[in-house]
């Protein structure tokens, strides 16, 4: 079992020269995930080794049990505005029930295939929410930036600004040029040394220059958090009441869907840069695991990250297997440095996260999406505003809901039902809309284009301009419905009334019906109610037989019968319909 496990497809082919791989870009990753795995747990509100132990279980656990080749999971930026409104409405100990539960939803997702459902969310909400928390992690950061003192961090973010404003006077030189040592040899480091990471090089030089010229003057994880262990916790389960699930679900589930969301686009990104596929539900189980099991460590809630990944497979990784070192290089560097992380000054880490917030900050694509002037800008900027505004869970909730409102309405101004006739001064004999004109109708027979779907938004429209249009009572209802994809139980409910009110005094044809809206009608009887021998596949043979079952009488002298060009009268009175091919040709 352990076996079949451990080499499924993933780690094949694997080989010496594999591992090599996987040792340099695991090493690699991992170096770069220390600070970052800090910073992010700061940010978020808890302490620093918090951070660190979820890069090393969480990263562990999402290679050996998720679906993707590549990711490299752990505490990423996306999680920060979430996560430090729950410590600071709940506290660090129900984070981790939060934690642990939005990783069971996360399990339960993938185990009931929901991985393929997450793809449908729009894009507008996902860049709106992305963009709402870059600014809000950046603008999280200025204190430390600044060197600010005093600084009360609220979850409201007017009041927060408020509050830099407030403490502008305790601005500290010192930290400024920390920052921006930092800052620079993260910028300058990738363009001189590709394969060396940027934010580790700029906090050591940042962090030796502090200590070695102006040692005191700077706040470092030290003397804001203590010094950090330098050994992983020993497992501790969270008291859970019934009480503290209630409260934390809906934390939970934002968790849950943030990660589900970020894992896979990660996973996405991995797929592009190396043609491979992921399998999405095995990914959403993964992540589920590592969350269950990580605040068991007193860790933070992981997911996929972007950066880190591509990082992994730039450098070269083979498999799953490097994201298994890069846990265990960064459990080696807690063992024997964790002591001289505590001399990082806060300055140092603030502009690792500013850089993080700006390249998350998808502003190209924001940019596009803002300039089409569509609906889907106004979901982007609703679902943007109110991220930095107000809180991600109402953002996404809103954001949502207004797409799905907007969708609809788009349906239904996409949704066409108009009257039509034969045009027979074409030798195509095309059925047109615009044949319909006053003093041009026919009282025996009325066609209706019916396009777009027949769903909840437009089924009662449809019913109310048909029935409102056939008043004069025509011995046929002829419905073309072959650009009708879609057919709902709500749309079958109002063509069910169309069909019982018609059938009174008339006969419904009904053409082209595809897949979808012919299998709706099965299942709820309707297409029996009809009548197999009234569908037809093209418009030509509905029209047939709708003329061989006309009353004659009423097309003697008619001014106004469209077909009066397609029929012609016996002697006897009998209707002749001139040859088929005639509207063989009418779709």
């Known amino acids: 079992m352990y076996q079949k496990f451990l080499f499924d497809e993933r780690f094949q082919p694997y080989s010496w020269q594999t591992l090599q791989k996987d040792l340099i870009s695991g090493i690699i990753v991992g170096?770069?995930?220390?600070?970052?795995?800090?910073a992010f747990a700061i940010a978020s509100g808890v302490k620093p080794e918090y951070g660190i132990y979820t890069t090393i279980i969480a990263g562990?656990?999402?290679?050996?049990?998720?679906?993707?080749?590549?990711?490299?999971?752990?505490?990423?930026?996306?999680?920060?505005?979430?996560?430090?409104?729950?410590?600071?409405?709940?506290?660090?100990e129900n984070l981790l029930v939060a934690g642990i539960m939005a990783g069971i939803i996360l399990v339960l997702m993938g185990v009931f295939k929901l991985g393929s459902l997450i793809k449908y969310i729009p894009r507008p909400v996902t860049i709106g929410f992305t963009a709402g928390i870059a600014v809000t992690i950046f603008t999280g950061q200025i204190a430390s930036f600044l060197g600010l003192t005093g600084v009360e961090k609220k979850e409201?973010?007017?009041?927060?600004?408020?509050?830099?404003?407030?403490?502008?006077?305790?601005?500290?030189?010192?930290?400024?040029?920390?920052?921006?040592?930092?800052?620079?040899?993260?910028?300058?480091?990738?363009?001189?040394f590709p394969k060396v990471p940027g934010p580790l090089i700029g906090i050591l030089l940042s962090t030796i220059v502090a200590v070695l010229l102006y040692p005191g003057q700077v706040a470092t994880i030290g003397t804001a958090y203590g010094e950090i262990p330098n050994s992983l916790p020993s497992i501790t389960f969270p008291k859970v009441e019934f009480s503290t699930i209630q409260q934390l679900i809906g934390p939970a589930l934002v968790i849950a869907l943030l990660g589900g969301i970020e894992s896979l686009l990660s996973a996405v990104v991995a797929d592009g840069m190396t043609n491979t596929r992921h399998n999405s539900n095995k990914e959403l189980i993964g992540q589920g695991i590592a969350n269950i099991v990580t605040p068991l460590f007193g860790g933070i809630p992981a997911t996929g990250a972007i950066a880190r990944t591509a990082t992994n497979i730039k450098n070269g990784a083979a498999s799953p297997l490097s994201g298994v070192i890069h846990g265990i290089v960064v459990l080696v560097i807690l063992m024997i440095f964790a002591p001289y992380a505590s001399h990082i000054p806060l300055a140092s880490l603030a502009p690792v996260l500013m850089v993080v917030a700006w390249n998350m900050s998808e502003r190209h694509i924001?940019?596009?999406?803002?300039?089409?002037?569509?609906?889907?800008?106004?979901?982007?900027?609703?679902?943007?505003?109110?991220?930095v505004f107000i809180d991600l869970t109402t953002a996404v909730e809103v954001g949502l809901l207004l797409a799905v409102i907007l969708f609809t309405k788009r349906m239904v101004d996409a949704?066409?039902?108009?009257?039509?006739?034969?045009?027979?001064?074409?030798?195509?004999?095309?059925?047109?809309?615009?044949?319909v004109y006053d003093g041009h109708d026919c009282p025996q027979i009325t066609i209706y284009n019916v396009e777009g779907p027949l769903f909840f938004g437009v089924a009662q429209t449809f019913q109310q301009t048909i029935l409102n249009t056939i008043n004069h009572k025509p011995s046929v209802l002829l419905l073309r419905m072959g650009k009708v994809p879609f057919i709902d139980i709500t749309g079958e409910a109002n063509l069910t009334s169309i069909v019982k009110n018609f059938s009174k005094h008339g006969t419904i044809l009904i053409s082209g019906l595809n897949d979808q809206p012919e299998e709706m009608l099965k299942k709820t009887g309707l297409y029996d109610l009809i009548g197999e021998e009234h569908f037809f596949k093209h418009t030509g043979?509905?029209?047939?037989?709708?003329?061989?079952?006309?009353?004659?009488?009423?097309?003697?002298?008619?001014?106004?019968?469209a077909f009066s060009e397609c029929i012609s009268l016996s002697s006897s009175k009998e209707l002749v319909v001139e040859p088929k091919k005639v509207y063989t040709s009418i779709n």
């Open 31 to 38: 170096i770069i995930a220390i600070p970052l795995g800090m």
């Open 60 to 92: 562990i656990l999402i290679s050996l049990f998720g679906g993707s080749k590549f990711q490299i999971g752990g505490p990423t930026g996306a999680f920060i505005p979430i996560l430090f409104g729950i410590v600071m409405s709940y506290g660090y």
């Open 156 to 192: 409201s973010f007017i009041e927060n600004m408020a509050e830099l404003f407030h403490q502008l006077s305790t601005v500290n030189i010192y930290s400024i040029v920390t920052a921006v040592i930092c800052l620079i040899t993260m910028l300058i480091t990738p363009k001189l």
């Open 366 to 387: 924001f940019s596009h999406i803002l300039k089409t002037k569509t609906s889907d800008s106004l979901v982007l900027v609703v679902t943007f505003l109110l991220t």
């Open 415 to 435: 949704q066409v039902i108009a009257k039509a006739l034969p045009n027979l001064n074409k030798a195509s004999k095309k059925v047109e809309t615009q044949m």
């Open 541 to 561: 043979d509905a029209i047939h037989y709708a003329l061989n079952h006309l009353d004659t009488s009423k097309c003697l002298g008619c001014k106004h019968f």
